[in-house]
């Protein structure tokens, strides 16, 4: 059994709007193993970046955690996050355990700082080191994370850097305290896709050297396979299947996951169209009965519409919440798109025995 840094248990959030309260987080389940990778996958206002901010305390001030738990091994006990004065929590936890990067770097790094001071001001507040010190902690850390000539960087400010250096200071900023846990929100977002395989090669490199465990927040499942360990998909507000990498890229078994993967682009597919899921996410002002994905799944039964599914068991790692997994459930044939690129996908990788 894998040593699990970081465990969330029935966590449940609510925001008062002037429309209503919106329940955004609707019992979420995660477990991050030590020095593994974990992917929060889903669409916009599925509740991903919610879920890592109630992790980090920064929640907006109209949230409401109505229940839940956020174990952290501190130290070598586990720790309840949500039950930690927020003071405790961004002086000890924030920064020096848990480190955030942050999709924009430009709304991340203060323009009015060079990035020196930038890099340095968390190991002045965490660290208790000298100044001379901190320099050389951040001109290494602007080498690891591979800016040249780091030392005249330093005196830098952001608008004089590149999208992708700007995004290299951002995961030095945070690397700067030693954390033990990187969240890193849509981190290659803003940038073009050469710089996007250098970020991510990038952490990789960073996570093997540091020991780090990572959680990536993303919607781009071409970055999910070249990251993950574990995959945990989001469907308003709640996670809707895990699995290793493997199980949900070459064996789901939700019909959201089918209409994720169906709409990533494929050199090799017949259809000249792009496939997108039909229909939106539910409004979370007024919650859903029963399947929240019912309205947009065409293999939906009666059942859907009256009663949540519980997380099915496929595998000891691989997890589904679908009435399809019912043994009573009719067998359903994946969408013939989806059948013929999969198949693609496992002879590619060698794994057609794998299920």
């Not at 003071?87 to 848990?98: A, E, F, P, S, T």
């Not at 942050?102 to 968390?122: K, V």
């Not at 993303?218 to 999910?224: M, S």
């Amino acid at each position: 059994m894998e040593k699990n840094i970081l465990s969330i248990k029935n966590l449940d959030v609510t925001f008062r709007t002037n429309a209503g309260n919106i329940h955004a987080i609707r019992g979420v389940n995660f477990d991050l193993p030590q020095g593994k990778t974990i992917a929060l996958v889903g669409e916009s206002g599925s509740g991903k970046s919610v879920t890592m901010k109630a992790v980090t305390g920064l929640l907006d001030s109209n949230s409401i955690v109505n229940s839940g738990n956020i174990f952290y091994n501190y130290e070598g006990k586990p720790v309840d996050l949500l039950t930690m004065p927020k003071k405790d929590l961004r002086r000890k936890i924030n920064g020096q355990h848990i480190a955030m990067v942050f999709q924009d770097p430009m709304t991340s790094l203060d323009p009015t700082m060079q990035i020196g001071d930038q890099i340095t001001e968390g190991m002045f507040l965490h660290k208790k080191i000298s100044a001379a010190d901190a320099k050389q902690k951040a001109v290494e850390l602007l080498n690891l994370v591979g800016i040249i000539d780091a030392e005249k960087r330093m005196k830098n400010y952001p608008h004089q850097l590149s999208g992708g250096m700007r995004q290299r200071v951002v995961i030095a900023v945070a690397l700067s305290c030693e954390p033990k846990i990187l969240i890193c929100d849509e981190p290659t977002t803003a940038l073009d896709v050469t710089i996007q395989a250098r970020i991510l090669n990038l952490i990789k490199d960073i996570q093997k050297q540091m020991g780090l465990s990572v959680i990536y927040i993303t919607h781009d499942l071409g970055v999910v396979a070249k990251v993950a360990d574990y995959v945990n998909v989001m469907y308003a507000g709640k996670i809707i299947e895990v699995g290793t990498v493997d199980e949900i890229f070459y064996d789901p078994r939700h019909p959201y996951t089918w209409g994720l993967l169906s709409a990533m682009p494929d050199l090799e597919t017949d259809d000249d169209r792009l496939y997108s899921i039909p229909g939106s996410p539910p409004n979370l002002l007024h919650e859903p009965k029963g399947d929240a994905f019912a309205a947009r799944n065409k293999f939906a039964m009666k059942i859907d519409e009256k009663a949540e599914p519980p997380m099915f068991k496929i595998s000891e790692t691989h997890y589904a919440a679908t009435w399809l997994l019912h043994p009573d459930a009719p067998k359903i044939e994946l969408p013939p798109e989806l059948k013929a690129r999969l198949l693609r996908s496992r002879k590619a990788a060698n794994v057609e025995n794998l299920f």
